[in-house]
């Protein structure tokens, strides 16, 4: 079965601190991934998303960045980290497109930027 | 104009009522929509999906769909205090590789 590694569940870190937080996927072969954010009391909004190693879309243009270096594998970075960036990080994963299935969620990393 | 338009809430039904959760959207080029349920906390769990218009069961939930009306609905039958979540909204938009959520509606089922 398909399963969906996501760490660390809760991470606190100074104003202009870097960030790398890792999402992995067990169980399936190239599948899309995709990086949300869920700022308190708002909707989800989409980080970036990637088809495939090294193919990576961004959607809001921001202090974050993604990398895939591996086909299960995707990574979310900063360089120096804002206040503006606490919020709930998820990593998702989907077969032949979301917009097709659904996403599977991983379980979330809670940001909070001091 | 929001893409995806959901009543925040929270709505609050008795336990054992109908909760009836709503959904209306923009793109009328969309094929593809998903209810998701988010418990305070955690992650976002899909629950539904519907691709054509009419109703489609699974267990104690409906979800129906309108596509002339741009309309999407998630039924609760018996609704149970575990039922108690953030019910999110999901459109594909520009294609399959993404969806757009709602911001989602809270349901409160009172014991």
């Known amino acids: 079965s398909q399963t969906i590694h996501q760490w660390p569940a809760t991470l606190v870190q100074p104003v202009g601190s870097p960030l790398s937080l890792e999402c992995t996927v067990e169980g399936t072969s190239n599948p899309n991934l995709y990086w949300y954010r869920q700022a308190a009391g708002r909707g989800l909004q989409l980080l970036f998303y990637s088809v495939g190693i090294g193919q990576i879309s961004s959607e809001v243009p921001q202090n974050l960045s993604a990398s895939r270096p591996q086909d299960r594998q995707f990574i979310l970075s900063s360089k120096k980290l804002l206040l503006s960036d606490s919020g709930f990080y998820l990593c998702?994963?989907?077969?032949?497109?979301?917009?097709?299935?659904?996403?599977?969620f991983g379980s979330g990393t809670r940001l909070t930027v001091v | 104009q929001k893409e995806v338009e959901q009543n925040s809430g929270p709505l609050s039904v008795p336990e054992g009522a109908i909760a009836s959760l709503n959904c209306t959207y923009s793109?009328?080029?969309?094929?593809?929509f998903f209810w998701y349920r988010q418990y305070s906390g955690k992650s976002p769990e899909l629950i539904m999906s519907?691709?054509?218009?009419g109703d489609k069961e699974d267990g104690r939930f409906t979800a129906q769909l309108n596509k002339a009306s741009q309309y999407v609905s998630l039924l609760i039958r018996d609704s149970q205090p575990s039922d108690s979540a953030t019910y999110l909204c999901?459109?594909?938009?520009?294609?399959?590789?993404?969806?757009?959520f709602g911001t989602g509606t809270k349901l409160q089922v009172i014991p």
């Open positions: 998702a994963w989907s077969v032949g497109g979301a917009g097709r299935r659904g996403y599977t």
């Open positions: 999901a459109v594909n938009s520009g294609g399959y590789q993404k969806v757009t």
């Open positions: 793109d009328r080029g969309s094929q593809s």
């Open positions: 519907i691709y054509s218009n």
